[in-house]
């Protein structure tokens, strides 16, 4: 029987390949608006980072959001993402202790 391929995405922080459960998906709606995708099924253009802030800091310096999106990224997306960056990788670490 054939192994069930896994997706995996490129963290556009560190430029690993990652299986795409593992990464955070950021996206640009039609109508510009940038947030964090929790669900992976938002419409709009998608662009991956790893949980972590490390990844974002990267990211932000070599302005990988703008070039994905195309248009430029407000400070305070950053500072959004940065804060829920946190509670995810909080709510993970939660979820690891549970089980």
């Known amino acids: 029987m054939a192994q069930k391929k896994i997706p995996a995405r490129q963290c556009i922080g560190c430029m690993t390949s990652r299986p795409k459960k593992e990464l955070v998906r950021v996206v640009r709606a039609p109508s510009g608006e940038i947030s964090i995708d929790l669900v992976g099924k938002k419409p709009g253009r998608g662009a991956y980072l790893c949980p972590n802030s490390d990844c974002l800091t990267k990211a932000k310096k070599k302005k990988a959001l703008e070039r994905c999106f195309e248009q430029p990224v407000p400070a305070e997306v950053y500072d959004a993402l940065a804060v829920q960056l946190a509670a ?5 670490a939660a979820d690891g202790k549970k089980e």
């Open 88 to 92: 995810a990788t909080k709510e993970a």
